[in-house]
Structures are given as structure tokens and as C-alpha cells.
């Protein structure tokens, strides 16, 4: 028998202050990256999606961000690089 499937996997890039458009509060938004890999026997091979997606602090809202922009984003020189060499975080999705 042969047992593969997917695995998440979520990685914290940055902390960015910027006006929420959902809320309106200019406050810190999480810049996060979601990589989904394909398994085959629970060992994680290769990737099969990246998303990146930035979260409101404060009212909780969560938006997909396409790759240019999060990349434009990290690179802003007020960005703090900080939580990038942090350990990824497993979640299902």
C-alpha cells in the first residue's frame, strides 16, 4: 500500500503596519507565506502551491496577496525582517 497526500505549512515573513481595508485602523498586519508539499509516505517532497497572505491585528481579517506584491512588500526598507528564520508552522488546509 502506498500512502501519500499534502501537508500545510505556514511561515511568518513580517509585521507590517499599514491602514486595514476592512477595519480602517492603521495598524500591524502579519505577512505570512502558506506552502502546501506533497507527501508520499508522511515524508514532505516537493511543493505544490505557495499563497501569501497578510492578516489584520486587529479585527482579524485575512487577505491573499499576490507573490510580486508580498515580495514588494518585504522589501520596503522600514519592513522588519524579523520571525523569518522562525520554524514553520503545520497547519490543514
Do not use: D, W
Not at 506533497?38 to 489584520?56: A, D, G, M, N
Amino acid at each position: 500500500m502506498i500512502i501519500f497526500g499534502t501537508r500545510g505549512y505556514a511561515f511568518q515573513l513580517a509585521i507590517l503596519t499599514f491602514v486595514c481595508g476592512n477595519c480602517g485602523n492603521p495598524t500591524a498586519h502579519t505577512l505570512r507565506k502558506y506552502v502546501t508539499k506533497f507527501t508520499l509516505f508522511f515524508i514532505p517532497l516537493f511543493p505544490i502551491s505557495t499563497k501569501f497572505r497578510t492578516q489584520c491585528t486587529f479585527c482579524g481579517v485575512e487577505h491573499q496577496v499576490p507573490k510580486e506584491h508580498a515580495e514588494a512588500m518585504l522589501a520596503q526598507p522600514a519592513a522588519p525582517q524579523g520571525g523569518a528564520a522562525q520554524q514553520p508552522h503545520h497547519h490543514q488546509g
